[in-house]
């Protein structure tokens, strides 16, 4: 059964039949990731194009990664966002992908819609690696295979988004797709961080954070921007980390054994304490590796699609 | 030469005219006769036209355009915009200060009035309220005043600061003309897209409402402590609709006028990323659509007008949030008026001609064209039956920036007369 769309651009509005045949494809390059020869060749041939707009050396060396151990032939593409504002230059670069006759192009990019706009001009098929404060679908996606893969299933399962919800493209994939699997999600953070109206997605919004840990079996931790910008939304990272970060203690105090996710990098002692980012309790590292595997997933759904 | 218009219909709600099937002479530019035609008008070198089942109304005008020039002429120019104003139907427009450099002085007025001299369509001016609208020093408002300008606006920001606000509306009163303002709360500024479910589900920076509401609350209020004249430009919030009905009630001197897209689109649109659905004030919810209706039908807003804001294809075809705010409008914007608001029964004939020929003028202190024998002959000729299809390639402006490209509409403009010209079937000719 083949994926009903030929672009990966966000899980808004994927079916359940769509998530979980992505799900399953990742449970088998998983398997493939613990062979000591962790390459197949089912994308010989094929090329794929990585344009990040934006810096994020983690999801573009996952990105490569499953790019290479498909065995697509992949090329890099980085630019700043800021130096092709100008428009005419997007507009060419874009162009100019288009003339080489890729397969597929991976794009991140600071300006939501990008990948969207990628789908009017050129003829490749387009995975989102993250438009601005839009979508990540990926990442959601890693996120949601990592979960199933530790408790075993997704519906029915209570998971809170912490953090920034309004400045993050993490929290909005994962909103979509978990609830589209049957999770129940809310989000918990500053109010100045929630965006408005998130309640008609579906979502709870939580400002205690022990209530979070209490009402959830599944914390997925965002980063907090620490730059000036966002900084006017909150007073201090102090008054940040005491009332929203999570520390032991807190998670002692509240008896639970609950799920931390973290899509990183982390910010420590700010949203995450040292010991709990690296404690039991938490996947991290997990989620790195799936990442891997999700994203070779979507390459073979999408690269072979005809 | 002259001109018979033969049985058409005259509405002219500014003096009270709703004849049907009557005849129009136009001889050197002027109304010549109204009425029933003998052999005698026939003679002599003339050009009949039958406008059976057309309407001839006063000259439509839109009180809300950017020329572009001096500054963008790539973009557009005085004469691609008069071009771009009389294919849409319009015989007169004003066009707002955001040039480069800002119309702050008699220079760019006079320079903009003679590359418009010859047009058949009238430009008026609207001077920048302060200095470079950068709200800090008023501009030389008398003088620009006596060089022609006939209302003062930051357009594009609102102006500044309360205390600049005040002096501005207590000079412009000197003179009884308007402040037109872009309503819009500087500190709140810098979205792409109105604030709701649709920017966060979207992940555009969010333009809350409130920002419109928060100046057009404080202009009303200063409007009626120093009993100056304010122009609300393109309202686009439920909010602000309420507040300006209010102040009206109270006696403040207040207009208002909204464009054809806030009437008719709401942030629903952007959600294909399409940067022609890009324009600050952004579209806002069907609740606000709504509530404009409403406030076009008791006549809290005064008039329609384009904003017709030209933008080259290089900086419109871009990532959304890069993209400038802006379409253009001319050309669509009688059609959209006949569509949605004629059509639909929302507004009757004379109350649209109203709002796009009366009411405009009568806000800038413009006379309002009359049907005497006499008077210069300044008519748009509407056919309300044509359904015509959009075609952003017939356009005469010099941009294409269009959210309205292949729209079905019912309702255009046939031609204008004016200044002695006509322009009909898209050809100008002398008269
Ligand atoms: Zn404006």
Aim: proline share 4%; hydrophobic share 40%.
């Amino acid at each position: 059964m083949p994926l009903t769309n030929r672009h990966l651009l966000g899980l808004q509005g994927i079916s359940k039949e769509d998530i979980q045949l992505i799900l399953d494809t990742t449970k088998t390059f998983r398997e493939v990731l613990e062979r000591p020869i962790k390459k197949v060749p089912t994308l010989q041939g094929k090329t794929v194009v990585n344009l990040f707009f934006e810096n994020s050396t983690r999801t573009r060396i996952s990105f490569e990664l499953a790019e290479r151990r498909l065995s697509a032939d992949s090329v890099n593409f980085s630019a700043s966002a800021s130096s092709v504002t100008k428009g005419e230059t997007f507009k060419d670069t874009i162009r100019n992908i288009e003339a080489m006759k890729v397969d597929m192009v991976v794009v991140r990019h600071s300006a939501a819609g990008t990948p969207q706009f990628l789908t009017r001009v050129c003829d490749a098929s387009i995975i989102n690696a993250g438009d601005g404060i839009h979508e990540h679908p990926t990442q959601a996606l890693l996120d949601m295979y990592s979960i199933k893969e530790k408790l075993g299933k997704l519906e029915g399962l209570k998971v809170c988004m912490v953090g920034d919800i309004a400045h993050s493209r993490v929290a909005l994939s994962n909103i979509y797709g978990l609830t589209t699997m049957g999770a129940k999600v809310s989000v918990c953070g500053p109010s100045t961080m929630i965006p408005r109206y998130i309640e008609e997605l579906g979502v709870d919004v939580i400002y205690d954070i022990d209530e979070a840990i209490q009402e959830n079996d599944v914390l997925n931790v965002l980063r907090i921007q620490l730059e000036r910008k966002a900084r006017e939304y909150f007073p201090s990272i102090r008054e940040y980390s005491k009332y929203f970060g999570i520390t032991e203690e807190r998670l002692e105090k509240n008896g639970k054994d609950i799920l931390i996710m973290h899509p990183g990098p982390i910010n420590r002692g700010v949203e995450l304490s040292s010991s709990v980012a690296d404690g039991l309790n938490q996947i991290i590292l997990q989620q790195v590796t799936n990442g891997v595997a999700v994203r070779m997933a979507i390459l073979y759904l999408l690269g072979t699609l005809n | 030469m002259k001109i018979i218009l033969r049985n058409v219909n005259l509405v002219n709600p500014g003096q009270k005219i709703n004849l049907s099937g009557t005849n129009v002479i136009i001889e050197g530019g002027k109304i010549s006769k109204i009425g029933s035609l003998d052999p005698e008008d026939f003679k002599g070198e003339k050009k009949e036209f039958d406008l059976t089942g057309k309407y001839l109304v006063p000259g439509f005008f839109d009180m809300h355009v950017h020329l572009r020039e001096p500054g963008r002429e790539d973009e557009e120019t005085v004469i691609s915009g008069c071009n771009s104003a009389a294919n849409g139907g319009f015989t007169g427009l004003a066009c707002m200060p955001n040039t480069e450099p800002a119309i702050d002085s008699a220079e760019v007025v006079s320079l903009i009035k003679k590359q418009a001299a010859d047009h058949l369509v009238n430009v008026f001016i609207i001077g920048a309220a302060t200095l470079g609208r950068k709200g800090e020093f008023i501009s030389p408002m008398a003088e620009l005043k006596e060089s022609g300008v006939v209302g003062f606006s930051d357009d594009g920001v609102a102006i500044k600061t309360a205390a600049i606000l005040k002096r501005v509306l207590e000079y412009s009163a000197m003179y009884n003309l308007p402040v037109i303002e872009h309503c819009e709360d500087e500190t709140l500024a810098g979205g792409a897209m109105n604030e709701g479910l649709n920017s966060t589900m979207l992940g555009l920076p969010p333009l809350p409402s409130v920002a419109e509401d928060l100046i057009v609350a404080r202009d009303l209020l200063m409007a009626e402590y120093t009993n100056g004249r304010i122009h609300i430009a393109h309202i686009s919030t439920k909010k602000s609709v309420e507040l300006v009905r209010q102040a009206k009630k109270s006696g403040v001197k207040v207009t208002a006028e909204v464009t054809p897209h806030h009437f008719t689109l709401t942030d629903d649109s952007v959600k294909t990323y399409d940067t022609n659905y890009k324009m600050n004030p952004p579209l806002r919810t069907k609740a606000d659509v709504e509530e404009i209706i409403n406030g076009l039908k008791d006549g809290t807003i005064d008039c329609i007008a384009s904003d017709h804001a030209p933008h080259s294809a290089e900086e419109k075809e871009v990532e959304f949030e890069f993209a400038p705010n802006g379409i253009i409008g001319l050309e669509t914007q009688i059609g959209i008026a006949l569509t949605e608001l004629y059509q639909k029964k929302i507004l009757s004939l004379e109350q649209v001609v109203e709002k796009m020929a009366v009411n405009p003028r009568r806000i800038l202190n413009i006379p309002v064209p009359k049907f005497n024998p006499g008077e210069p002959a300044d008519f748009t000729i509407l056919d309300t039956d044509e359904v015509w299809t959009v075609d952003f390639n017939q356009f005469k402006s010099k941009s294409r920036n269009s959210p309205f490209n292949k729209k079905l509409l019912k309702g255009r403009a046939l031609g204008v007369i004016n200044k002695s010209r006509m322009y009909f079937m898209g050809e100008y000719f002398d008269i």
